[in-house]
């Protein structure tokens, strides 16, 4: 930008999970590439997973602030040191009561970021959907609040339709497919697929923060999408012409690595060695690996897992699984079926805690993506050109199936039935396996690996300058620059 424009400041306040916090370091990374002055503002726990990468950007002249807030957990009756999602108790009785203490302390951050406003005078701050109170807090400073769900443009549209015509108050049962009205694509699912807070009929703390999440969004200055126009042209005119937001969209943001340091290191630290990893994949043809992931947050039963661990091997699929469960000194894994990972030496390769995923997922090995579609995750294997088995959890993630198998026509769906917050649906290895095979070795899967690959050459195309998301985020960079006078 010319020298002659002041240099606009932007705080970005990601909530406490990751598919949250590691898109929004990348994007704060992308606009201080464009000269924009940006502030990550967080809690002390959750800035120590990116004290790393922001040293390493400064390093390369890219500097990144961050403002610390005290997370009130204890005030807010969650255990000491609980300041991320994952870190929420997941026990059955107490799980849910924790979930909404979490989003209580969340409430609690209100003042003092509104301290934190007034003394650093940003001219924008972006601010996550769960914080619905950012909207009066930026209005009270005279500051714009744009918004960032972390989804995509199809995701908002789909939640957007559902919450308006309500198709699933018309069926007979939960498993009878509806075809969500006015979303473009002839797109059925059911009522069992849907979350939780958007069937229930009563309210409760988390669908009252869900409406007022909507709310605010609507009074926002607009949103910022972690998508490109090319991949969803239809969702993304949907959501601006026909839903009226103001969108930006600005990704895939990964794609702002380029490093290995910069891919390995997103998040979490490794549970793999970086080198390791890539010493193992360099050793295979390329398309000949599938990679296994469900995010951060999904936590499978041992039986799921035990599950998938049959019918990777009846696959005879080479793969590289990141299993959530840590090893607990000697004990016995009950999830792992007797001698498995003795048998698949040399073909498997098992990553218990966090996973490089961008630098496996770009490694040209890897042909394959058993993903549970959070966003982030689906459009990291879009923009690696990587075919996908679609197995949704809970969150949107099984509208994101829909635009994976259904649209973009890049992926089969695994075959879950039923949105089950962290746990998901049981998945039988029958099913595991013909998914599996049919993205990495049958006739499908060729067609379905160009198209990928075409849209991974699209995503490169709309981040490079000129592109539509490079474009996109100038105009928005523009935008906010005359805002501030
Ligand atoms: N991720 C990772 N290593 C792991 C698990 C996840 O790097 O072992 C990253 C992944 O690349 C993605 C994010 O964590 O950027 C997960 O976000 P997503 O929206 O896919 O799922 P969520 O965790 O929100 O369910």
């Not at 002659?4 to 992308?30: C, Y």
């Not at 107490?94 to 301290?115: G, H, I, N, Y």
């Not at 049962?173 to 969500?180: I, L």
């Amino acid at each position: 930008m010319g020298s002659e424009i002041p240099q606009v400041h932007m705080f970005f306040f990601p909530f406490m999970a990751h598919g949250h916090m590691i898109p929004t370091v990348d994007m704060a990374k992308l606009f201080a590439t464009r000269g924009v002055m940006t502030t990550i503002v967080t809690t002390p726990h959750n800035a120590s997973f990116f004290t790393k990468t922001i040293k390493r950007s400064k390093e390369s002249g890219i500097d990144i602030g961050i403002k610390t807030l005290k997370f009130p957990t204890v005030e807010a009756g969650l255990p000491e040191g609980c300041e991320n999602a994952d870190l929420i108790p997941t026990s059955q009785d107490e799980s849910s009561d924790m979930v909404r203490k979490f989003f209580m302390a969340t409430f609690m951050l209100q003042e003092p970021l509104e301290q934190l406003l007034q003394e650093c005078k940003p001219d924008c701050l972006v601010a996550d959907m769960f914080f619905p109170w950012a909207t009066d807090a930026a209005n009270k400073f005279g500051i714009p609040r744009l918004v960032f769900h972390g989804t995509s443009f199809f995701s908002l549209c789909a939640s957007e339709c559902i919450r308006l015509y309500e198709p699933h108050k018309k069926v007979q049962s939960d498993s009878e497919p509806f075809v969500v009205p006015n979303l473009p694509g002839d797109i059925k699912l059911t009522k069992k697929q849907l979350p939780d807070y958007v069937k229930q009929d009563a309210e409760t703390d988390f669908t009252k923060m869900v409406k007022a999440s909507k709310e605010s969004e609507l009074r926002s200055y607009g949103v910022v999408v972690n998508s490109f126009y090319e991949l969803e042209d239809t969702y993304a005119d949907c959501y601006r012409n026909i839903f009226g937001r103001k969108a930006w969209h600005i990704g895939p943001v990964s794609l702002c690595n380029r490093a290995t340091e910069d891919k390995a290191e997103r998040g979490k630290k490794s549970a793999i060695d970086e080198h390791e990893c890539l010493k193992w994949l360099d050793s295979k043809e390329p398309n000949s690996v599938v990679y296994i992931c469900f995010g951060s947050m999904a936590n499978f039963t041992s039986a799921q897992l035990k599950e998938i661990a049959m019918a990777l091997e009846a696959s005879e699929q080479q793969f590289i699984w990141v299993v959530r469960k840590q090893k607990n000194n000697e004990e016995e894994e009950d999830w792992l079926p007797e001698g498995f990972e003795k048998r698949m030496e040399g073909k498997g390769l098992i990553i218990r805690g966090w996973a490089p995923q961008v630098l496996i997922l770009d490694h040209e090995a890897v042909g394959g993506f058993v993903t549970h579609c959070g966003w982030n995750s689906t459009l990291e294997g879009v923009s690696a050109g990587v075919p996908m088995v679609t197995w949704p959890v809970f969150a949107e993630q099984f509208y994101n199936e829909k635009l994976v198998t259904q649209v973009l026509k890049i992926g089969v769906g695994v075959g879950a039935q039923q949105w089950v917050r962290t746990v998901g649906d049981f998945v039988k290895r029958e099913a595991i396996e013909k998914a599996v095979k049919e993205i990495m070795k049958s006739d499908r899967a060729e067609e379905m690996r160009n198209r990928t690959k075409a849209l991974a050459e699209a995503a490169k195309r709309a981040i490079a300058k000129g592109g539509s998301s490079y474009s996109d985020l100038n105009a928005l960079i523009e935008e906010l620059s005359l805002h501030r006078h």
